[in-house]
């Protein structure tokens, strides 16, 4: 059994409904329920007149259509829609490729990822092969075991450590007995290290001692 | 007698054969660009919803263009939430039943957001500008004179008539007379019952009905004197 206030509802929903109805058939009669209070009847067609719909400048429109374009190609590529807007000189967070994603192009990078200058369209184009879910999944790629730019990094310090290294021993004499009988030895020719190696410079510049 | 949604889904019918807009669906899911023609469809409704609730061209400009971006990064998971949000309305009764065959799921889905979105930008943002009145009845009311002044009058009556109702019974009216959405979507957008919609709209509408007879009886009295 239902209400009073049920039934009023019900009768309000049912007018609503004919009024709507009759509208979209252009039609000016209205399926009148007598047991609907006129008042209610007379607000709901002020209402039906006065709230129209409004539609925002077609500016406003195309731009954004354009944006959500922009957004759509950013999907497709992978990346977040929250970068859309370029911005020029910002890094973005691009993975090291190893050769499994080029091989296949789903599976996942297996490098970690590191921040680079990659401007925003050149990052699209170097995404353009790999799966979004494999984007999405960077953070987790952290905890791979190959990192080819550390152990580049340690190489080129170590030849530099090792050629600073030669150098201060080459103009630095061993002071152990082998040095001290090799420097005795020249000594007898009257000749040090050290001046045998200013006559070379000099002879090689021009410069008579 | 009511039936269960629910049973439909388990005889084999998946819930999103429900919405009418399923081939523009899955194309935008399948190619993110090709959901423009979403976009232009509901366009003009998200905005206007947006409109008369923030009652400001910029900031409905601002919150529609934040759902149809929410919409656009959220409409690969767009699916599941129709199968929940089915679940939510495990029983309805006939009629209802009926009005759900042709109500759009990606428009409930939509207008979620937009409910979120809207209901952000009135915390965040308290501006409530006077001169929007008139940007509506310009809108609404191109063309002759005299329908403009009739129209107009009449755009100012009802918004202020809507202006004044509480929160929930706003909402639902705007979404049945401006979105002119069925019961049964508003109660999906709202999260609530069928049963409690038509009865926000029967008070919204005796709400209004006061109003306006308080409206013409100052009116008439500032005439005699």
């Known amino acids: 059994m239902l209400g009073s206030g049920t039934r009023d509802a019900r009768r309000t929903e049912r007018y609503l409904d004919g009024l709507m109805a009759a509208d979209e058939r252009h039609a000016h009669d209205v399926p009148v329920d007598t047991d609907l209070d006129p008042a209610v009847r007379s607000a ?80 699209i184009r170097t995404r353009d092969t790999w799966s979004a879910a494999a984007f999405r999944r960077l953070p987790e790629m952290g905890s791979r075991s190959s990192r080819p730019l550390i152990v580049g990094g340690v190489a080129s310090a170590a030849i530099s450590i090792g050629a600073v290294y030669v150098a201060w021993r080459y103009s630095h004499p061993a002071s152990g007995r082998m040095g001290r009988a090799a420097r005795a030895a020249h000594g007898r020719t009257g000749h040090s290290g050290q001046s045998r190696r200013t006559g070379v410079i000099n002879g090689i510049l021009g410069v008579v001692s | 007698m009511s039936r269960s949604v629910l049973g439909i889904s388990e005889q084999g019918a998946r819930p999103a054969r429900l919405d009418r807009d399923r081939s523009l669906v899955e194309a935008a899911r399948r190619d993110p660009s090709l959901f423009d023609a979403l976009y232009r469809k509901y366009l003009a409704q998200v905005y206007s919803y947006a409109f008369y609730e923030l009652r400001d061209h910029h900031a409905a400009e601002d919150a529609t263009e934040r759902v149809f971006m929410q919409a656009l990064v959220g409409l690969p998971r767009f699916e599941e939430r129709v199968d929940a949000f089915i679940a939510s309305r495990a029983v309805i009764d006939p009629v209802d039943a009926a009005a759900s065959s042709d109500m759009s799921t990606f428009r409930v889905w939509l207008f979620r957001i937009a409910r979120n979105v809207v209901a952000n930008e009135r915390r965040t943002d308290r501006r409530r500008p006077s001169s929007s009145l008139d940007d509506a009845a310009e809108l609404s009311a191109p063309g002759d004179v005299v329908e403009a002044v009739a129209t107009r009058e009449a755009v100012g009556a009802a918004w202020q008539a809507v202006a004044r109702l509480p929160e929930d019974r706003r909402r639902a009216v705007i979404l049945r007379f401006v979105d002119e959405m069925s019961t049964a979507e508003i109660a999906a957008v709202l999260g609530r019952s069928e049963g409690a919609v038509r009865v926000l709209l029967h008070r919204a509408l005796r709400s209004v009905a006061a109003d306006l007879a308080a409206g013409e009886n100052s009116g008439r009295r500032g005439q005699l004197s």
Do not use: C, K, Q, Y
């Open chain 1, 44 to 123: 709901a067609r002020e209402l039906r007149a006065g709230l129209n719909r409004v539609h925002p400048s077609f500016r406003f429109e195309d731009a954004l259509a354009a944006r959500l374009a922009e957004g759509a190609i950013r999907l497709r590529a992978g990346l977040p829609i929250e970068e859309a807007a370029p911005v020029s000189g910002r890094g973005t967070v691009s993975p090291f490729l190893s050769r499994s994603v080029h091989g296949t192009g789903t599976e996942l990078p297996a490098a970690a990822p590191i921040v680079s200058a990659v401007p925003a369209a050149a990052a």
